[in-house]
């Protein structure tokens, strides 16, 4: 089960407010699973959980309907972890914007054009959007298998960063393999 870190839901990641950490054995329940977070605050950690919003011994104050109702201290530390991501965040997003803008040309572009290509095979929607947001580029609109509709980054950051040309695919390369939530931001102070 996917995980996020941040209180809101992140496409198909559960987010903190939809579940209760189960810390030991005590405090256990039969509804509890096991997770990893994926995103945001504790990157990578393994969480076991309960989501259900009948169990109560983790749901005790749920609204009718079952749903979650959270107490003012709750809401108010909710509202104090959305600041302080907004904060973190946009450091982040600044230290990574800057240390794009130094990367420089120093491959043929042969090893170029293969490497921008693999990036967008090995690296997913959750590392593209974040990039995306940060420059501003809206995701396009596509159809897909069995008649879904997606939405696809790959194009439209490929028309960014060509615009700059070889130095500009190198520094959307650098961007997207650079994991802007957890510890890879530490390293761009070597830069």
Request: glycine share 8%; aromatic share 8%.
């Amino acid at each position: 089960m996917k995980l996020s870190g941040n209180y809101s839901n992140d496409d198909d990641l559960i987010g903190r407010s939809s579940y209760h950490e189960i810390a030991g054995r005590k405090d256990g329940c039969d509804h509890q699973e096991s997770g990893i977070v994926v995103s945001g605050e504790g990157l990578g950690h393994k969480k076991v959980f309960c989501r259900a919003p009948e169990c109560e011994k983790h749901w005790v104050r749920s609204a009718p309907g079952g749903h979650y109702k959270p107490t003012k201290q709750e809401l108010a530390a909710r509202k104090k972890q959305r600041e302080d991501d907004a904060k973190k965040k946009a450091a982040a997003d600044k230290r990574v914007l800057e240390a794009v803008a130094k990367v420089k040309w120093p491959m043929s572009e042969k090893h170029l054009d293969v490497l921008f290509d693999l990036v967008f095979r090995r690296f997913g929607y959750s590392y593209l959007q974040p990039v995306a947001t940060r420059h501003g580029v809206k995701a396009v609109k596509t159809k897909r298998k069995y008649g879904y509709m997606g939405r696809d980054l790959e194009k439209p950051l490929v028309e960014m960063a060509e615009k700059n040309g070889k130095t500009g695919k190198l520094q959307l390369i650098f961007e997207i393999a650079l994991e802007t939530q957890g510890s890879d931001v530490k390293v761009l102070k070597n830069l």
